[in-house]
């Protein structure tokens, strides 16, 4: 099940992704989408993190499973990196760091871990 809550909203983030990178001005940044599933699963939410961290660098993480919000926060704001949870808003998250932020209206869909990444993003 936990899949299933990645694989169409990644979809559709890459058809948004592609459709911004082909329109984009020149000097804009180039947007990229990496995807990697922690199963719905605590314990497997940092290693996760980690592997797109070294693999891509990444700057901005979307992710729905408050565990693993509350797992990577810290080594997101170590490294730098925001952290969007778009499926939960509650009182555990807002007690966490300041580069987590919680269901942004407009990226309310449901996903599991789903990345986006640019130059300068």
């Not at 948004?16 to 990697?36: H, M, Q, R």
């Not at 966490?96 to 986006?116: D, G, M, W």
Request: glycine share 4%; aromatic share 6%.
């Amino acid at each position: 099940m936990a899949t299933d809550l990645g694989v169409t909203p990644s979809k559709a983030l890459q058809l948004a992704i592609d459709e911004y990178n082909t329109n984009k001005k020149s000097g804009d940044p180039t947007v990229n989408l990496f995807i990697e599933d922690d199963e719905w699963d605590q314990e497997k939410a940092l290693p996760a993190y980690k592997k797109l961290r070294n693999n891509h660098n990444i700057e901005i993480l979307f992710i729905s499973n408050t565990d693993g919000t509350i797992a990577i926060s810290e080594q997101a704001k170590k490294d730098g990196v925001i952290v969007i949870n778009a499926l939960n808003n509650d009182a555990i998250l807002n007690r966490l760091n300041n580069n987590v932020f919680q269901r942004v209206p407009a990226l309310c869909l449901q996903f599991n871990f789903l990345v986006c990444s640019g130059n300068q993003l």
